[in-house]
């Protein structure tokens, strides 16, 4: 049988009331309106959850700066690294608890939630945990002229900036959600998250499990309910930083909210529309099963994921009949069904906007393959390829954020390298060649935070990521993060 059987646990956890998690308790607003979250697969409410009032708000960021002047300044940076750890063992041995909670959530593949949103945030959290003692600063010599013998001397502090309020989409909130809560944590901020209102309960499930995992009380809260709670926790007063994981719509409203509110500090991953590059002497095979793998893992939900398809026009036939032959084969069912690779989209908003881009392709392109909702319960749509009629092309300048990919070929490199750049959008690209010394000529030019070769959207925690023009400001992972989350003071003294 390879539909998943739920778990007791996961069962009772659904079961059982939610609201916000502030202080190292579950607190309810019973004033505030209580949100479904529904299960995409089926279209039907799976549990409710109580949205944080204007007072839960207050709460939640004053527990988070009593937590900030108090205990977890005072935690050797040692004990930081070894409590995020142990919350790396946790989220482990709770990991198929949280896949299962994740994939009836957000409709992800079991498989996605096992290996990426609990694996792979172990995985990042350990790495985070090992900036917990090099976060240093430097000395440094001044060039003061000495007037009566005396000497000078410089150093520098890496201190953090204080409470961090961390916006959580609904495409990873697992792994996203990690990602703020270890740079917050390790560079010895707190953090008060709050996660989409689509998928709420695994970082409720890990706020509680941070608790087990010694983390002190009001270092990590987490606020539920709407857009509105997430206005008015990033404009809250008490609020040192933002990092925001979201549209640009959002993201510049977040940022102007910031400015506003005495220059706050800003983190923005906005998404993107990612190009790839196919060159002449392309490996087809190796080209179309990495492209299918990064387009379409979790239906495209994924801000790193290859949407624009530029191919050499003497290849461009076979290769899109290759990723159409590819996309056939896939299996289209539940996401608890082990032996399937392709669920349904997250939220019934999404799959409207999904089924506008349709129409669109419809209307303005070939549709090669798919672009048709499936007639079953639940948010599901058709893996879909498009051929653009030219490059002015809709498809080939929103951001779908879903399971569509735009085709177009082009005659030369210099046109290829116009073709992607040609968007207000910056995050990721990638480039198809055994010609590497092409490649690395090439990557200078191209207008993204990330450029793969011979493959896409795979990320690494040692890496820097993140996006230049529309797509955002700041960089996660590497040592890159601690510049967001640390101010850096300097002290001069003269002996």
Same mark, same amino acid.
């Given at each position: ?83 995020? *750890? ?59 002229? *000495? ?6 001397? /410089?150093?520098?502090? $890496? ?13 990873? /909130? ?8 270890? *740079? ?25 499990? /941070? ?165 079953? +319960? ?31 070929? %082009? ?18 690209? *990638? ?8 490649? %690395?000529?090439?990557? +200078? $030019? ?14 690494? +925690? ?12 700041? $960089?996660? %992972? ?15 003294? $003269?002996?």
């Amino acid at each position: 049988m390879s539909q998943v059987t739920l778990l007791p646990v996961v069962k009772a956890f659904i079961a059982k009331g939610h609201g916000s998690f502030i202080d190292g308790q579950t607190q309810f607003s019973a004033a505030a309106a209580c949100l479904p979250v529904i299960d995409p697969s089926t279209g039907q409410t799976m549990a409710s959850v109580h949205s944080a009032s204007a007072e839960d708000v207050d709460a939640a960021v004053a527990s988070a700066r009593k937590a900030f002047h108090g205990v977890w300044a005072d935690t050797p940076p040692s004990q930081k690294g070894y409590l995020l *750890s142990r919350l790396a063992d946790l989220l482990e041995a709770h990991g198929e608890e949280l896949a299962q909670l994740e994939s009836l959530c957000s409709g992800k593949s079991i498989h996605v939630s096992r290996a990426i949103e609990v694996g792979q945030s172990a995985a990042f959290l350990r790495y985070y945990a090992g900036w917990a003692s090099k976060i240093n600063g430097e000395t440094i010599s001044p060039s003061f002229p *000495s007037m009566a013998g005396e000497r000078y001397s /410089a150093f520098t502090l $890496r201190e953090p900036v204080g409470v961090v309020a961390g916006i959580v989409p609904w495409n990873f /909130a697992v792994m996203i959600g990690i990602w703020k809560i270890a *740079s917050a944590l390790v560079t010895g901020c707190t953090v008060v998250l709050k996660p989409s209102e689509y998928t709420p309960l695994t970082l409720l499930r890990i706020a509680e499990l /941070a608790i087990e995992a010694g983390i002190p009380a009001g270092v990590i809260n987490v606020l539920t309910g709407d857009g509105a709670v997430g206005q008015r926790l990033t404009a809250h007063a008490g609020i040192s930083k933002v990092s925001l994981t979201g549209s640009v719509a959002t993201g510049k409203a977040v940022g102007k909210s910031a400015m506003d509110a005495n220059l706050k500090r800003v983190t923005l991953e906005l998404g993107g529309k990612n190009p790839a590059g196919l060159l002449q002497d392309v490996d087809a095979d190796l080209a179309v099963a990495g492209l299918i793998l990064g387009a379409y893992t979790h239906q495209g939900q994924i801000c790193a994921s290859p949407e624009r398809i530029f191919v050499h026009r003497s290849r461009i036939d076979e290769v899109i009949d290759k990723m159409a032959k590819g996309l056939q084969q896939m299996k289209i069912g539940s996401p608890l069904d082990e032996s399937v690779n392709f669920g349904p989209l997250a939220n019934r908003a999404h799959y409207e906007k999904v089924l506008g881009f349709f129409n669109c392709a419809h209307a303005e392109s070939s549709v090669i393959c798919g672009g048709r909702a499936i007639e079953r +319960p639940g948010y599901f749509v058709e893996p879909t390829i498009v051929l653009a009629g030219n490059r002015d092309d809709r498809l080939l300048h929103e951001e779908t954020f879903g399971p569509v990919t735009c085709f177009l070929p %082009f005659d030369d490199d210099e046109e290829l390298v116009d073709l992607m750049n040609d968007s207000p959008f910056g995050l990721t690209a *990638s480039i198809w060649t055994n010609n590497l010394s092409k490649a %690395f000529r090439m990557v +200078p $030019r191209i207008e993204a935070g990330t450029v793969w070769i011979n493959m896409h959207t795979f990320l690494d +925690p040692a890496v820097p990521f993140g996006g230049v023009k529309g797509s955002g400001i700041g $960089r996660e %992972f590497g040592g890159a993060f601690i510049d967001d989350y640390t101010e850096l003071k300097s002290v001069i003294l $003269r002996y």
